[in-house]
């Protein structure tokens, strides 16, 4: 040990400005987040949460290439030293120089916004892990089997166009309505870890580059081909299964349900085009208490038609392409125990299939919230609500001239979208919102995983006067709601059920919205 | 203290050693010598584990040089002209860090080095001329008195002062410490060297003491009677046979004070004289580099 301490002061008499300017950026990025108020970060939080990582990955390559294990003409080998010591000195200068001081940071940002530091500590410590996994390891993996500085952000920069075009391609920008998917995430990391740890273990026991360099690329190839691969509807249903809480009493479940008018507003909100057309399918959700909220999130749905032809939907995506994708799919709850599946497809895949007498089959995640424990805001108050933190509100200048009565709940622990947020006039007129339905495209980084925080929010536009009953007023609220109201939030998940059903029968053209 | 034994090292297509077998005594200044490229940089580097054979193994200290611990690592001392010195360290930071790894450090040795080298404490390595590098990195090697030195061109480029600086430095620490190194400097290496392997397209043309080396190397000259054939096939030992009129050169590989005259008198019965040479290291291995088609460096 006493040699890695030698090691490891001589990497920071080194390395002195490079890790300063490092902890300027984390100091700069947590006094940023500490003063958030809003899911989206500002300018400058977004850019820092983009330089942040890469600041330490480049301090990470800094710090093994001052000892590098590439080569045959470096100066450690010859010292009388064990690989140990060198390992050593290396994850104490990563501990000391990032791990540390991030923790101190997450520390300081929760404490700034309410939450005890001490109260959050298996959340705290997953921060670190989520950073030894997604930054850490990667980068001093890759620094072990590169020759020198420029070499690794070469190996960066190729490595990060490939990782946009894939998520590009695999729609990895999901909007934040799709559920989290654990699962498929871990099972990812997990491959990534394995080949890192691999990479990192052959390179300082044997430093055996060749065969490092082979696992490195055998590991990025097979956290790639996992991602993209690993199907999503399985390991969102594993992740279900995984959770203790499902609903008691008679399971959920959908079926088609004859008799309901078509809804108003979807021929505004989706209208035909001569190129795509929107079918909505009534159903029934049975197995729902009147205390229950349910969100139902679609997971795979597949048209069978009586000719023996099979069409898959695509999962739904804020990808910019969703409109040109050939059939989406999802369900849209439409009352106590009602709900509507949605198609949204080609005019001629339309055209082909209208008069078949299908089946369709599909599968949904079903998250169920208590709908009798809802916690009133106070406009422009903060309050306490269980299973998503602390909720305040408050009215912000969206644009200028424009004002929105602005609802974020902030809480160290995981936030499930889809919590209802609902606006009560004193008149008691209501409009409602989900937590986490509207997305800002802002024109820098919008990815805060540094963040202690998990943060999300819901937006009502004010409008001067009231516009009720005009078309597009279901996302306007007047002013005069807000003096006097209050607002509404529903937060605890009680249980996550997978369902899936079958609708037989059905002639799509009866379902064509107009 | 060295066996190299079967050692071949490969990069690639390229065959950098050859199934090379090598014995360094303890206590010799044993010099692998040969043109560029022959190998003696990777045997050198196989010996402390900078590269790793293909097949074959080097014992060092008795010790597989693929399992070289710290113990044995603070006993050896290896200075080479590729190395990576951490040149960001003044000198002074330089020789302090390397004091740590290194229980038997003399300080007052240390001290010495720095006031016979006339080393500047406070620049940076990098800021120092190429002999200046090499006096700080020579002056780390010796403060910890190692048992054996690998030097690996440690005189290449440097002006005549420098070299004998570092000369006198390292043989002050024979016969305790054995010293092998690596050289092309031939003029230098034969005023010190009390062994010499020869290094060819990495295989060991020749391996022996300085001496005996020196003893059995000549340069003939023959005076004959009249102009006669050469001999068909010349007897082993003979090398760059040439013959203009009535003189007769080449170099004798096997010279036997004893045997060599009747030698050369059973293949040209008529000759009038015989004179044979000492030759200097430097006319020896570039006979041997020209009898096997290349040029010695």
């Known amino acids: ?514 | 203290m060295i066996q190299m034994q079967a050692l071949t090292r490969n990069f690639g297509t390229l065959h950098a050693l050859q199934g090379v077998n090598l014995e360094v005594p303890a206590g010799s200044v044993f010099a692998i010598v040969g043109p560029n490229g022959a190998g003696k940089t990777t045997a050198l580097k196989l010996c402390v584990n900078l590269l790793r054979a293909t097949t074959g193994r080097v014992t060092v200290m008795g010790v597989d040089s693929r399992r070289l611990g710290p113990s044995e690592l603070a006993r050896i001392g290896y200075m080479a002209e590729s190395r990576q010195l951490p040149e960001w360290m003044s000198t002074g930071y330089f020789l302090s860090y390397c004091k740590e790894f290194y229980p038997n450090w003399s300080d007052d040795d240390a001290a010495e080095l720095i006031r016979r080298f006339e080393l500047p404490l406070d620049r940076p390595l990098k800021s120092l001329s190429r002999g200046m590098r090499m006096k700080a990195a020579l002056a780390a090697t010796l403060s910890y008195r190692p048992q054996l030195l690998l030097l690996d061109e440690p005189f290449s480029g440097l002006d005549v002062l420098v070299r004998e600086q570092l000369i006198e430095s390292i043989l002050e620490r024979t016969p305790e410490a054995t010293v092998l190194l690596a050289s092309h400097d031939l003029a230098e290496i034969e005023s010190f060297a009390t062994h010499i392997a020869y290094l060819d397209e990495g295989r060991i043309r020749f391996a022996e003491e300085m001496s005996t080396l020196t003893e059995r190397f000549r340069e003939i000259e023959v005076l004959l009677e009249s102009p006669s054939d050469p001999p068909p096939s010349p007897p082993p030992g003979w090398l760059n046979l040439q013959q203009s009129g009535v003189t007769l050169r080449f170099t004798h590989a096997r010279y036997d004070p004893d045997s060599t005259d009747g030698e050369i008198r059973r293949h040209y019965p008529a000759l009038r004289e015989i004179t044979a040479s000492p030759m200097p290291l430097r006319a020896i291995v570039y006979a041997l580099a020209k009898s096997s088609g290349r040029t010695a460096a």
């Open chain 1, 1 to 514: 040990m006493r040699i890695a301490q030698h090691i490891f002061r001589k990497d920071i008499r080194r390395l002195w400005w490079e890790s300063t300017v490092t902890l300027a950026i984390l100091a700069a990025l947590t006094w940023a987040d500490r003063w958030r108020n809003d899911y989206t970060p500002g300018t400058m939080e977004g850019w820092l949460n983009l330089l942040l990582p890469f600041a330490w990955a480049y301090l990470i390559a800094l710090v093994v290439l001052e000892d590098p294990l590439v080569g045959d003409r470096q100066f450690w080998v010859t010292l009388p030293c064990r690989w140990p010591s060198i390992f050593a000195a290396k994850a104490l200068f990563i501990l000391a120089l990032i791990h540390i001081p991030y923790l101190v940071s997450c520390s300081v940002i929760l404490g700034a916004r309410g939450f005890p530091p001490i109260n959050y500590l298996p959340q705290l410590f997953g921060k670190q892990l989520a950073l030894v996994v997604c930054l850490t390891l990667p980068a001093a993996a890759l620094a072990t089997v590169v020759r020198n500085v420029v070499q690794f952000l070469l190996a960066i920069i190729l490595l990060g166009v490939a990782a946009t075009l894939m998520s590009h391609g695999q729609g990895m920008l999901d909007a934040l309505w799709i559920p989290v998917n654990y699962v498929h995430n871990a099972v990812t990391l997990v491959v990534l870890t394995a080949g890192t740890l691999t990479v990192v273990c052959l390179q300082y026991v044997r430093r055996a580059t060749s065969l490092a360099r082979a696992a490195g690329a055998a590991a990025v190839i097979a956290t790639a081909m996992t991602y993209a691969w690993l199907p999503q509807p399985r390991t969102l249903e594993l992740q279900c299964a995984l959770d203790s809480r499902k609903t008691v009493g008679e399971p959920l479940s959908i079926h088609f349900s004859a008799g309901q008018g078509q809804p108003a507003d979807l021929g505004r909100r989706m209208p035909a085009t001569p190129s795509r057309v929107t079918l909505a399918i009534p159903v029934a959700l049975s197995g729902l208490t009147d205390q229950t909220r349910v969100y139902l999130n679609q997971l795979a749905l597949q048209v069978d038609t009586t000719e023996g032809k099979h069409y898959s939907a695509t999962l739904a995506t804020s990808r910019s392409e969703y409109e040109t994708l050939p059939l989406v799919a999802f369900l849209e709850l439409a009352g106590p125990g009602h709900a509507r599946q949605i198609l949204r497809m080609e005019r001629a895949l339309f055209d082909q299939i209208k008069d078949s007498t299908t089946t369709i089959r599909g599968t949904v995640k079903a998250d169920s919230h208590r709908a009798d424990a809802a916690v009133t805001v106070p406009i422009g108050g903060r309050v306490l609500a269980p299973g998503l933190g602390v909720c305040s509100s408050a009215i912000v200048q969206l644009r200028p001239g424009e004002d929105g009565l602005k609802v974020v709940c902030e809480s160290p622990t995981d936030i499930p979208s889809g919590g209802a947020v609902t606006l009560m006039a004193a008149n008691r007129n209501s409009w409602g919102e989900r937590l986490g339905s509207a997305m800002t495209f802002v024109g820098y980084p919008r990815n805060t995983w540094l963040s202690p925080m998990n943060r999300r929010d819901a937006f009502f536009h004010l409008t001067a006067e009231d516009v009720s009953g005009r078309a597009g007023s279901r996302w306007l609220v007047p002013v005069s709601a807000v003096s006097g109201g209050h607002i509404l939030v529903t937060p605890e998940r009680t249980a996550c059920d997978m369902i899936t059903y079958e609708l037989k029968g059905i002639r799509l053209s009866d379902y064509l919205v107009r």
